[in-house]
């Protein structure tokens, strides 16, 4: 039962957590995937899945959900935002995931609604303490994970596309100081897209809240290109001004 | 236990739906209320709470949203959106509601996680067929409810606020040809404040989905206002190109 770490806590058969965490290296979008625990008999030893477990009867969803990113991957104090439930009565297919869960947490569960956390971190730089069963899978190499996990998974990326449309999320995930090529790369990397290069630089540089400095990048072969940066104080204005144009 | 109808369904004893339906009458905003099921030896007969039932072992919670309504209000047929989980461990107080609960729903229920949704509809013009123990309540008289039902409704409202700046709810609590007046008056009852008459029209003027109709209102006292309509083209164009400025 090292599945679910907290045991002192009764589980709840009914309701679960699920953390959809993506994580942006400045080339590419991963997402955090966990071996699901070795059972005996398992048919498929070693198959992933998000990571997730039932609530305990003493945690709110929240605490659930950093609680379950602390013990299965070792994350800690990162922005987690609740986006979704999945409630199919028959989500909890195929039978043999099932059984791993039944196994695994000691209880005979039927059905389980599941709330569904996500993230969106940057993973360049200084390595993240992951633990041992945790991994990063390119979003494009996500394989059969177990029971509608899949699912979840696309249907984070899709929220995560309209979060681009209507806040400045992808900022986070730049250096302080970055080149429009950067931001392009990003957005592309993002919206799993390619974009006009003259027209998304027009584009950009027509807003307020992207500032140009004083500054080109340094050691880099080719011609260094303008610095930018993000001023989050006139941002806020023009989401205010456009905010106050809708009824 | 009337209290929930579909009986030859187990109730699952973790999770429920309530919905907060709110209504525009053209003059104020009320939220729907229903009697809550009277039980001998109630201290607190006929108290008051939101339609709301724990979802049955068959049903995903969107069913069990519309199932909710038709049974304990009588609507049918409304645009229903999930905005929010309450989750606390400790949410079902006072113990003379959760006695309450405990004896219609015939469970030993000891944590509930409820799932909450929301609506904006059109009340003047053709009445509702509601059910004998549902009835509209002004946001501003609203009493005191069962549980956490009064938080629930406060964030309802702030959700509702929120969206407002971000997408245009309003339009369909108006006729289809409305005044500058009658939309003033839409926006200062869904935020609950009064708004400058100059600045407000002078914003909406400048519009491009808001259309200037050859023809004023009819039947008034007071110099007839132009009439305006809202036009969805153009607004979805005007919010794409507002969403593509963010990255």
């Known amino acids: 039962m090292q599945e679910f770490l907290i045991m002192q806590n009764k589980l709840n058969p009914h309701i679960s957590v699920d953390c959809v965490v993506f994580g942006f290296d400045s080339r590419q979008l991963s997402v955090l995937l966990v071996k699901r625990q070795p059972l005996e008999g398992d048919p498929e030893p070693g198959k992933m899945k998000l990571p997730g477990s039932p609530v305990t ?34 989500r909890l297919q195929p039978p043999s995931d099932l059984e791993w869960l039944r196994r695994t947490s000691g209880m005979h569960v039927e059905r389980m609604v599941t709330v569904v956390y996500y993230s969106l971190i940057k993973i360049n730089g200084s390595p993240l303490p992951l633990s041992e069963r945790s991994q990063w899978v390119n ?13 979840i998974i696309q249907r984070a990326i899709e929220q995560l596309r309209r979060e681009m449309l209507t806040e400045p999320i992808g900022f986070e995930l730049l250096p302080k100081k970055f080149t429009i090529t950067q931001l392009q790369t990003l957005q592309e990397v993002l919206l799993g897209q390619k974009i006009d290069n003259r027209n998304f630089r027009k ?14 990048e340094k050691g880099v072969s080719h011609k260094p290109a303008q610095l930018y940066r993000f001023d989050k104080k006139l941002y806020n204005q023009y989401k205010r001004n456009i905010g106050s144009v809708y009824l």
Chains 1, 2 share one sequence.
């Not at 540089?205 to 080109?216: A, D, M, Q, V």
Request: proline share 5%.
């Open 57 to 90: 009867d003493a945690e709110d969803l929240d605490r659930s959900a950093y609680r379950i990113l602390r013990e299965l991957t070792g994350l800690d104090r990162i922005f987690l935002k609740q986006f979704a439930v999945l409630s199919s009565p028959d």
């Open 139 to 151: 979003v494009d190499e996500i394989p059969q994970l177990t029971f509608d996990h899949n699912e």
């Open 203 to 216: 584009r950009i540089l027509k807003l307020e809240y992207i500032i140009p400095l004083n500054e080109r």
